[in-house]
């Protein structure tokens, strides 16, 4: 079998196949008189979900935190509660009116379609969870342990499933669904588990079947024969072991420097990072901070948050991301002002910003007070950045904060097309390479039948991330690709080829990379990303920039 390998490595073990095990409740059921203590019964149950939840997302850190805290501000939702309470008041029991409030949601998020259709399959889970509890059966999910590594092999994985993980159990994934920016792949690139998505028929494969993934390649082999699973584990050991004789600072072959930087969210990220060697960060997602909370965390929790981070790394660099809320993460004490159909294309990032500056105010002023007093070279970016003018607001808004190094983020391709006007407002660019291949091809992150798009390899996207770098490079400013395509060996060295100054990605990722940029000259990451780019498809892009990069195969990548 075949898909797209997101994460390399070489994983073996029994597939454990991930299936629905809650039973739909007994529609005719109803509850014994008292709706009071029902309604209690539900709102516990709710509750200890969200709060469940919450606790996954706390240990997990990073973007696990900010999926599940959305997850979990579902569970809470009043209009949710209300519905079910008068399915109860009508004297059903608990678990049917449980899901039947839930099924009345699930019926208009699908009838909507594109992004709010994509939230059925978190809809769907936290409802199972509840009716589970009600019901006073197990949990659905992952054991949390195992007397080996398994294979996790699942139609697509919600977050709670796999927010805790970690290789100590699971030796690889492969899923049906997702692709490179898909929350399978972000996880597994986090946590340097093999993984290939967008296997066709994957879910079929019986449990406990021994599974051989490659999540270089994207090959999946079932039953293999002793021998293959032997050749397969030398070759990783022969991988690794190259991995562990290129450290030090990231540079090419011929000694250009390329800092390796680590995306953060949380404390366990923080530790992964110093772990893996990261020269500092190159994405600090401060959401973290702002999800699950009925209000803005103050001042005082903010700069105490933000000086452990500058701390960790006294003379690195950090690039703090402003608050990014809305879309995918929205925040209870920062409602957009109206429902949106699409809220990708909504207030999110700077917009949201804008219409709530007392929020901005505080976080500027509590990340100038955490940096005072540190060494870390602290620069700060804005999300979803478009224009001219919301640079030039975002940048004296910084400097008046006493933020002196302001930078924005490359994620709308109108900042990409326009950034030789852009870059003369700010100090330096990140280029999210998640969002501006979303925006750039018109494929919704959140949307599993268009993920074959959600590719940061497309010749458009290679163009864009270009005209970018080409801009910061004429005006002697850095610019950094903070998105998950820095995590992907090959791609990396294309984009150090078109000019890209620093690569920041999950911590596990940067051996992997550091090891592929060690092994091709400045002059052969130009010429792949010349390749790349003259191509007319991201399987031909990537194909053609391989073929220019031989120590690769060196590497098994």
């Not at 007994?26 to 709706?35: F, N, S």
């Not at 259709?117 to 978190?122: K, M, N, S, T, Y």
Request: proline share 6%; charged share 20%.
């Amino acid at each position: 079998m075949t898909g797209a390998g997101v994460s390399p490595g070489v994983g073996y073990g029994r597939a454990h196949v991930l299936t629905a095990e809650i039973p739909e409740p007994d529609k005719d059921a109803r509850h014994d008189g008292d709706a009071t203590a029902e309604r209690a019964r539900a709102v516990r149950a709710l509750d200890e979900v969200a709060a469940d939840l919450e606790a996954r997302g706390d240990r997990a850190g990073g973007e696990a935190r900010e999926v599940l805290g959305a997850q979990a501000m579902m569970a809470r939702d009043p209009g949710l509660a209300d519905e079910v309470a008068a399915l109860i008041d009508d004297g059903v029991a608990a678990p049917r009116a449980v899901f039947d409030a839930f099924g009345k949601y699930r019926d208009l998020l699908a009838a909507a379609g594109g992004y709010l259709g994509e939230r059925v399959a978190d809809l769907d889970d936290i409802r199972d969870r509840v009716v589970a509890l009600l019901s006073g059966l197990p949990m659905p999910g992952v054991p949390a342990t195992a007397a080996e590594p398994f294979v996790l092999v699942a139609r697509d994985l919600a977050p709670a499933d796999t927010a805790l993980l970690s290789r100590d159990v699971v030796a690889a994934f492969v899923t049906e669904q997702g692709g490179p920016t898909s929350h399978t792949a972000i996880l597994a690139r986090s946590m340097g588990v093999p993984a290939v998505v967008g296997c066709a028929a994957a879910a079929a494969i019986p449990p406990g079947t021994a599974v051989l993934v490659d999540g270089a390649t994207g090959r999946v082999r079932l039953a293999p024969p002793e021998a293959e699973v032997a050749e397969a584990r030398a070759a990783e050991e022969a991988r690794r072991a190259a991995l562990s004789a290129t450290t030090g600072p990231g540079a090419t072959a011929d000694g250009h420097a390329v800092p390796l930087l680590a995306n953060v969210g949380g404390p366990r990220d923080l530790e992964s990072a110093l772990e893996n060697g990261a020269e500092g960060v190159g994405l600090y997602r401060t959401e973290f901070l702002f999800l699950d909370q009925e209000t803005a965390p103050s001042a005082e929790e903010q700069v105490a948050a933000y000086r452990a981070v500058f701390e960790a790394f006294p003379g690195g660099r950090v690039v703090v991301r402003t608050l990014d809320a809305g879309a995918d993460k929205p925040l209870a004490f920062l409602p957009p002002p109206e429902e949106e159909p699409n809220p990708a294309l909504g207030e999110r990032g700077v917009r949201l910003f804008r219409r709530y500056p007392e929020i901005m105010a505080v976080q500027l002023g509590a990340l100038a007070d955490a940096a005072a007093g540190t060494s870390a070279k602290v620069q700060v970016m804005a999300p979803m950045v478009a224009t001219v003018e919301e640079a030039e607001w975002f940048a004296a808004a910084c400097r008046t904060a006493g933020l002196e190094s302001p930078g924005i983020m490359i994620e709308v391709p109108s900042a990409a097309l326009r950034a030789a006007d852009l870059v003369k407002a700010v100090d330096f660019f990140s280029i999210g390479t998640n969002d501006l291949t979303q925006y750039a091809l018109a494929a919704d992150r959140q949307v599993s039948a268009v993920a074959g798009l959600q590719d940061p390899w497309h010749p458009a996207v290679l163009d864009l991330i270009a005209l970018a770098a080409a801009a910061a490079s004429a005006e002697d400013k850095g610019c950094g690709v903070c998105g998950e395509a820095a995590a992907d060996p090959a791609l990396a060295c294309v984009l150090v080829g078109m000019g890209v100054t620093s690569l920041s990605m999950g911590a596990p990722a940067i051996g992997w990379v550091r090891a592929a940029l060690a092994r091709h000259t400045l002059r052969q990451c130009g010429e792949a990303a010349a390749a790349a780019r003259a191509a007319t498809s991201a399987a031909g892009a990537r194909a053609a920039a391989r073929a220019e990069l031989p120590g690769l195969d060196v590497l098994n990548l």
